[in-house]
């Protein structure tokens, strides 16, 4: 069952932030970090991501919306940049942007505003094209 929740895990994963990124991260594997890798990609995207309950889109939406609230800016701009190179428009982040401003406050979402235009910048540099971005 571990092996099959891994490999499940691993899938999602991949499709979710990309194989480029789940390559560096797990080039970056030690010892000491081996275990605690291996329970988030069983646990975190075996076991909930895969769940029937939300859709990946929805998952996202939590997931930035609660990276947010958090303030924990590395793992937002990891999602962000998952989430507008996997086809999420530029509208819909607007949105989640808005409707956490009123949770979690002008600040946060401020910053959120300005790392949105970094990594739009980087991945414009990297060809990738966002949806509903104007030129």
């Given at each position: 069952?571990?092996?099959?929740?891994?490999?499940?895990?691993?899938?999602?994963?991949?499709?979710?932030?990309?194989?480029?990124?789940?390559?560096?991260?797990?080039?970056?594997?030690?010892?000491?970090?081996?275990?605690?890798?291996?329970?988030?990609?069983?646990?975190?995207?075996?076991?909930?991501?895969?769940?029937?309950?939300?859709?990946?889109?929805?998952?996202?939406?939590?997931?930035?919306?609660?990276?947010?609230?958090?303030?924990?800016?590395?793992?937002?701009?990891?999602?962000?940049?998952?989430?507008?190179?996997?086809g999420?428009?530029?509208?819909d982040?607007?949105?989640?942007?808005?409707?956490?401003?009123?949770?979690?406050?002008?600040?946060?979402?401020?910053?959120?505003?300005?790392?949105?235009?970094?990594?739009?910048?980087?991945?414009?540099?990297?060809?990738?094209s966002?949806?509903?971005?104007?030129?």
């Open positions: 069952m571990a092996d099959q929740l891994y490999e499940d895990g691993m899938k999602i994963r991949r499709k979710i932030l990309g194989d480029a990124h789940v390559d560096r991260a797990n080039a970056r594997i030690t010892n000491v970090s081996r275990e605690f890798q291996d329970f988030i990609t069983r646990y975190g995207w075996g076991e909930i991501w895969t769940r029937p309950g939300f859709d990946h889109r929805t998952r996202r939406i939590l997931v930035l919306g609660t990276m947010m609230g958090l303030g924990r800016w590395e793992e937002f701009r990891m999602h962000l940049r998952a989430a507008l190179q996997g999420m428009s530029l509208a982040i607007k949105e989640i942007f808005l409707q956490q401003a009123i949770y979690c406050g002008l600040p946060i979402t401020n910053t959120a505003f300005h790392h949105l235009e970094e990594i739009m910048t980087e991945l414009q540099a990297e060809g990738v966002i949806q509903g971005q104007e030129d």
